[in-house]
C-alpha cells in the first residue's frame, strides 16, 4: 500500500479550486489492483469527492509516501463541450424536456457542460444530481457553485451502484466514452430502476462531430450510433428506443427502461 498526500502548495498547483478558501486536502490511501495508479481529491468540508473507478479509501494516520502534482493528473481539452452550448439554447432546452425530470428523480450527466449543467439545475429540480466526468477542473466548478450536486471522476460504466437506481441518464456527449454501447447499455441496466429514461445527445449532430474529432482526436473517440444500432444494442439490454431525432443540426435519442 502507498500513501498519497497533495503538498502544501496545492493551492497553487490547483487555481481553479483556490475559491473554495480554506478547504484542506486529506492524506490519502492508494489501494493498489490491477487497473493503473487511482488518484483521488477529497474536499470533506464540501462533501466533494472526485474519484476514479479504482479502489480508494480514506486515510488521516498513514504517513505520506509519494506526493501527487499536477503533472499526475492529464486535462484533456473539454473547450468543445462549451462551444456546443453556444447559441445552442433551444437544443439544451429540448434535450433536458427529453428526460422528464420531476423532483423525486434520481439523474446522472456524464460528459456535459458546464453549462448544460447550469441549465440542468435551474429548470429540473430532483432528489439527487450526478455529474460524471473526465476533468476535475470542471467537476471542481460545479461543486463550487452546487454544493449539493455530487461530483465523481472517471468513465461511466464504473460509477458505484450507490448512487442507484437511477431514472434520468444523459448522455451529453456519448462520443467522448470510451467503451462501445454494448458495455455502457449492460451498466445502465444494472442502474437504473424500471421506466427510467436515457436520453443521448449532440446539440450540433452528425456534422458537428465530424469536425470535432478532426480538432479533438483526444476527446472524440467514437460516432453516435444510427438508428437500427442504437435499437437492437438496447433491446438486448432491455431498452426501448421512444425518439429518435438525426437532423443536421440536433442528435437526440430518447431510451426507456423496462426492468425484468
Request: glycine share 2%; hydrophobic share 35%.
Amino acid at each position: 500500500m502507498h500513501s498519497l498526500s497533495f503538498p502544501s502548495s496545492s493551492s497553487t498547483l490547483l487555481p481553479s479550486l483556490s475559491a473554495f478558501g480554506s478547504w484542506q486536502p486529506k492524506k490519502l490511501t492508494c489501494l493498489q489492483s490491477h487497473y493503473l495508479s487511482p488518484k483521488l481529491l477529497s474536499f470533506s468540508s464540501k462533501q466533494f469527492d472526485v474519484s476514479r473507478h479504482r479502489a480508494l479509501s480514506v486515510s488521516s494516520s498513514s504517513p505520506p509516501e509519494e506526493t501527487v502534482s499536477m503533472d499526475d493528473f492529464h486535462e484533456k481539452d473539454w473547450s468543445l463541450l462549451e462551444s456546443m452550448d453556444f447559441e445552442q439554447n433551444q437544443k439544451v432546452e429540448k434535450i433536458i424536456k427529453a428526460g422528464e425530470v420531476t423532483e423525486s428523480s434520481r439523474v446522472l450527466v456524464s460528459f456535459s457542460s458546464e453549462a448544460f449543467v447550469d441549465r440542468l439545475v435551474e429548470s429540473s429540480p430532483s432528489q439527487l444530481l450526478l455529474i460524471v466526468h473526465d476533468s476535475l477542473f470542471m467537476l471542481a466548478c460545479v461543486k463550487e457553485k452546487y454544493d449539493k450536486v455530487k461530483c465523481w471522476q472517471g468513465e461511466l460504466i464504473y460509477v458505484p451502484d450507490k448512487w442507484s437506481p437511477l431514472d434520468v441518464v444523459f448522455l451529453y456527449f456519448l462520443p467522448a466514452l470510451p467503451f462501445d454501447l454494448d458495455q455502457v447499455f449492460k451498466t445502465l441496466s444494472q442502474r437504473c430502476s424500471s421506466g427510467a429514461r436515457v436520453v443521448i445527445s449532440h446539440p450540433q449532430g452528425r456534422e458537428g462531430l465530424k469536425q470535432q474529432r478532426k480538432e479533438f482526436s483526444d476527446v472524440v473517440v467514437s460516432d453516435l450510433p444510427d438508428d437500427s444500432t442504437l435499437k437492437s444494442v438496447a433491446e438486448k439490454h432491455s431498452f426501448e428506443l421512444t425518439q429518435f431525432v438525426d437532423e443536421q443540426g440536433l442528435y437526440l435519442a430518447v431510451l426507456t427502461f423496462s426492468k425484468q
